[in-house]
Nanobody, 122 residues
Framework: QLVESGGGLVQAGGSLRLSCAAN????????VGWFRQAPGKERDFVAT????????SYAECVKGRFTISRSNAESTAYQQMTRLKPDDTTVYYC?????????????????WGQGTQVTVSS
């Protein structure tokens, strides 16, 4: 089970840090991804990190603004979001992969959190 937290309302240019807590020891053996989904749209890739944290990948629209990280000791992944824009407003989901390697595809992830809302006001 994955539980996201840290969403909320922030002004444009502000920052938020999302957390994704897992209740399974297997968390440390899987890659983790963050995705986001607006109502009526597909779930889009945002960022991913490998099992050991050495490899990361980002969507072009967040590169340089978002940073994904993890603490396997705490079974938690994070997404630090800076210079937020109104276009970043949506629900964010974390997911645990079937693999130790990063992936941008939703099909590679088999465990999902319930989502956390991020709203950026202009």
């Amino acid at each position: 089970q994955l539980v996201e937290s840290g969403g909320g309302l922030v002004q444009a240019g502000g920052s938020l840090r999302l957390s994704c807590a897992a209740n399974s020891g297997a968390f440390s053996t899987t890659a983790v991804g963050w995705f986001r989904q607006a109502p009526g749209k597909e779930r889009d890739f945002v960022a991913t990190i490998s099992w050991g944290g050495r490899t990361t990948s980002y969507a072009e629209c967040v590169k340089g603004r978002f940073t994904i990280s993890r603490s396997n000791a705490e079974s938690t992944a994070y997404q630090q979001m800076t210079r937020l824009k109104p276009d970043d407003t949506t629900v964010y989901y974390c997911a645990a992969s079937k693999s130790i390697d990063t992936s941008t595809s939703t099909g590679q992830y088999n465990y999902w959190g319930q989502g956390t809302q991020v709203t950026v006001s202009s």
